[in-house]
């Protein structure tokens, strides 16, 4: 139900845009998180944007650089990383809440979605 897609290989400082495409549920009925997972790491919280509250939230690594939004027509959440490092490689997956309110931010996931690889490399 969720597809996250827009991954690649980036040099250092550069740009990318991750996609979140829903089916089946409507992503502005829920919180909608970003998350990461390095080789041999845990699974990191990296975003999350509640429409219905108006907000959006970032972890600390990433604050300034990366920027998570939504597009209601196309039911799609998006998240721009900007001036990427070496150490933001990762793949990064999304995932719905169950709640809307920015409370499903920081409750159990319930959608997600598969992967998408983000490569940061000279």
């Known amino acids: 139900q969720l597809q996250a897609s827009g991954g690649g290989v980036v040099q250092p400082g550069g740009s990318l845009r991750l996609s979140c495409a829903a089916s089946?549920?409507?992503?502005?009925?829920?919180?909608v998180g970003w998350f990461r997972q390095a080789q041999g790491k845990e699974r990191e919280w990296v975003s999350c944007?509640?429409?219905?509250?108006?907000?959006?939230t970032y972890a600390d690594s990433v604050k300034g650089r990366f920027t998570i939004s939504g597009d209601n027509a196309k039911n799609t959440v998006y998240l721009q990383l900007s001036s990427l490092k070496p150490e933001d490689t990762a793949v990064y997956y999304c995932?719905?809440?169950?709640?809307?309110?920015?409370?499903?931010?920081?409750?159990?996931?319930?959608?997600w979605g598969q992967g998408t690889l983000v490569t940061v490399s000279s």
């Open positions: 995932a719905a809440s169950h709640f809307g309110s920015a409370y499903g931010c920081y409750v159990e996931y319930s959608y």
């Open positions: 089946g549920i409507s992503l502005d009925d829920h919180a």
């Open positions: 944007i509640s429409r219905s509250d108006g907000l959006t």
